[in-house]
């Protein structure tokens, strides 16, 4: 499933760069991408476990960046 998510409060590129190293290490995770720049994360992930996935992804984000939020 690919799904295009709005990010709030992502500060920097340099953390967007470090959540799309460590979400990308998420079994399950076929590709993700956050630009910061718009604001924006995409995932492709497994059908079965993505909301799952993205609850782990919701976690890596506040330990990189604690005021970042993934708008569902």
């Known amino acids: 499933m690919k799904k295009t998510f ?14 799309e190293r ?8 076929n590709e993700v991408t956050f630009n910061f720049m718009t604001q924006k994360m995409k995932l492709d992930a497994e059908d079965e476990r993505f909301d799952e996935i993205l ?18």
Not at 6 to 19: E, H, P, R, S, V
Not at 55 to 72: G, L, M, N
């Open 22 to 29: 460590e979400a990308a290490k998420i079994e399950g995770v």
């Open 6 to 19: 709005k990010l709030i409060d992502l500060d920097c590129a340099n953390c967007a760069a470090k959540m």
């Open 55 to 72: 609850d782990e992804i919701a976690k890596v984000c506040k330990k990189v960046e604690p005021d970042c939020q993934i708008v569902r």
